[in-house]
């Protein structure tokens, strides 16, 4: 059974960083395409980050987060991590992992099979 769970999440303050953390079992993370989303309240979830499968260097990240935000991904350890800087409180909300779809990299919640259960961030100033 493929699946993924999300840690790392928690409060901070303005300007503060966590380092989200989503495992994958089931299957080889490394594979596919894996992604960030996040929802906050009365919001619709969005695309925050997403790395490609091995072999492929693509990296994408939406506007709001670059610069601050980091995706990486362990093959050994079969994890994916989101590292994110200097958080405001736009960046609060709960944040999810996903994978097992395709190859490429995409901010598209459709491109994507496996989802981990979510993990919550909020920044308070």
């Known amino acids: 059974q493929s699946q993924l769970v999300e840690s790392g999440g928690g409060r901070v303050h303005t300007g503060g960083s966590l380092r989200l953390s989503c495992a994958a079992s089931?299957?080889?993370?490394?594979?596919?395409?894996a992604g960030w989303f996040r929802q906050a309240p009365g919001n619709k979830r969005e695309g925050v980050a997403c790395?490609?499968?091995?072999?492929?260097?693509?990296?994408y990240y939406r506007d709001s987060v670059t610069g601050r935000f980091t995706i990486s991904r362990d093959n050994a350890k079969n994890v994916m991590y989101l590292q994110m800087n200097n958080l405001t409180s736009e960046d609060t909300g709960i944040y999810y992992c996903?994978?097992?779809?395709?190859?490429?990299?995409?901010?598209?919640?459709?491109?994507?099979?496996?989802w981990g259960q979510g993990t919550q961030v909020t920044v308070s100033s």
């Open positions: 996903a994978s097992g779809g395709f190859r490429t990299c995409a901010l598209q919640e459709h491109e994507y099979g496996v």
């Open positions: 089931g299957f080889s993370i490394d594979h596919y395409a």
């Open positions: 790395i490609g499968s091995s072999g492929s260097s693509m990296v």
